[in-house]
Structures are given as C-alpha cells and as structure tokens.
C-alpha cells in the first residue's frame, strides 16, 4: 500500500475541504502514487479516483420521532416538565379559560334574575377588560357595588 500523504494534501487543496473528507478510490491507489504534481491529482479528481466525502451531519432523526410523539401527547408526564403549570400554558389560554368563567357566571346572575341586564352589561365590560382576576374576584366586586346580595363564588 503506497504513502499517498501528499495525494491527499494536495486534493483537499484543490477540493477546499480537510484530509478526512478525502476519499482515495482503493483500486487506484497504485496508479496514484506517481501523481506528484497538482495537475496530476486534478485529472485523478476528474477520473473520479478520488472525490470529496459529503459532510457528516448530527441525524435529526431521533429528533423528529420524539417530536412527533410530543405531538400525540407523550414524554408529557411529571418527569418531562419544566416550570410551573401556568407557564406551559400560553397566556392566550389563561384569559379564554378565566373571561369563559366569568362570562358564564354573569350569564348565569343574569338569568336567574340576581343582578339587572344593566348591571351585567356594565361588569361584562369590566371583565373584558381584564378587571378581575377570577370568578370570585367577581363576586367580591359585585358585592363591594351593592348588586348581589347572595351568590355562590
């Protein structure tokens, strides 16, 4: 097997690439050994007795399947989780699940007659808003106006 060293320095030069990404074909090394000079070992890379190897890249593979999983709801559990319940939900989630309740519970006093439409409108603006932190907060407020007398939070 002959010292082919220079070979190879001399075709990463010309291929612009490191001495591991070049490949030497290995039933030519024979031939390639009287290759001294670069015009030499550019009709080798012409031959294609010796070519540059494709970069190895990291598999995004493995990746791409636990994502995929992620998607169907796996890997989710007490182990996989970083940070507090209310910041893996986005903040948009938070407010339709508050203002739902709210609303809910304003449709509800309002049905049922406990609190005048004006009033309703007026803390439905409220709640729009972003004026109260939860359903009880609600509450709280409407009775601090005077408007309910008795409601369960």
């Known amino acids: 097997m002959p010292d082919l060293s220079n070979q190879r320095r001399l075709a990463a030069a ?13 039933a030519s090394q024979e031939e390639l050994a009287d ?9 080798a890379i012409k031959a294609g ?9 990291t598999s995004r593979v493995r990746a791409r ?5 992620v998607r169907k709801g796996r890997h989710q559990g007490d182990g996989s989780r970083r940070g507090t319940p209310q910041a893996r939900i986005t903040r948009k989630r ?8 709210q609303r809910d519970l304003l449709n ?13 409108r007026e803390f439905y603006r409220r709640a729009k ?11 709280i407020n409407l009775r601090l106006a005077g408007h309910l007398v008795e409601a369960k939070p």
């Open 14 to 26: 010309i291929l612009k690439c490191g001495l591991g990404r070049v490949w030497v074909d290995p």
């Open 35 to 43: 290759a001294v000079t670069r015009a030499d070992v550019r009709s």
């Open 49 to 57: 007795v010796i070519r540059r190897k494709a970069i190895q890249g």
């Open 65 to 69: 399947r636990h994502a995929e999983e």
């Open 94 to 101: 938070r407010w339709i699940r508050r203002i739902r309740a």
């Open 108 to 120: 509800t006093l309002r049905t049922e007659k406990k609190i005048p439409p004006s009033v309703y």
């Open 129 to 139: 808003g972003g004026m109260f932190r939860s359903r009880a907060h609600l509450v």
